[in-house]
């Protein structure tokens, strides 16, 4: 899925690291409800370039915070937009570099539990259950969301904290 999903997003505009291939090793047999016999996976591997990029874990202590709080607001409001629901954007799973204009650039990785194509509200802000361990930093990362979005502040502020506490 991986490779697949990479692939995907650099369709819509994302930042990835570029898929060159994966494996899948099977061994035996497995029966599908819905397939019948099919070889059972047992092992996957998934190969992409490597980037040198620093991922955003502890995001809120960096210097450059009052500049890269609305970008990242921007980019989830951009993913959202999209249709893009990622299970698992946490802070290590996101690598930040910083281009030569100085515009922030995001790179996703660990891409198996995303799903396109969603539009339903309450799914997307799940994405703030694991992005910060502090609430006021969900809080004012849902108000940079709401500004990029075009939407309440305010509301999406509650909004996004409230899913980090689901």
């Not at 955003?56 to 993913?79: K, M, N, T, V």
């Not at 790179?107 to 694991?130: A, G, I, T």
């Amino acid at each position: 899925r991986s490779f697949f999903n990479a692939e995907k997003l650099i369709k819509l505009g994302f930042h990835t690291p570029v898929p060159l291939g994966y494996s899948e090793i099977h061994t035996g047999w497995k029966i599908s409800r819905n397939a019948g016999l099919w070889p059972k996976m047992t092992r996957s591997f998934y190969f992409c370039e490597h980037l040198p990029y620093p991922n955003l874990r502890d995001w809120e202590d960096r210097p450059d915070i009052d500049s890269l709080l609305p970008a990242l607001g921007a980019e989830i409001a951009r993913i959202h937009a999209a249709g893009i629901w990622f299970h698992d954007f946490s802070p290590g799973n996101i690598l930040l570099n910083r281009n030569g204009r100085g515009e922030y650039e995001f790179y996703y990785v660990d891409l198996n539990r995303m799903e396109f194509d969603v539009h339903d509200p309450s799914k997307l802000m799940q994405m703030f259950k694991s992005i910060s361990w502090h609430d006021e930093w969900t809080e004012r990362l849902g108000e940079a969301y709401g500004i990029a979005a075009g939407k309440d502040p305010s509301a999406m502020s509650r909004m996004a904290l409230d899913a980090a506490h689901q």
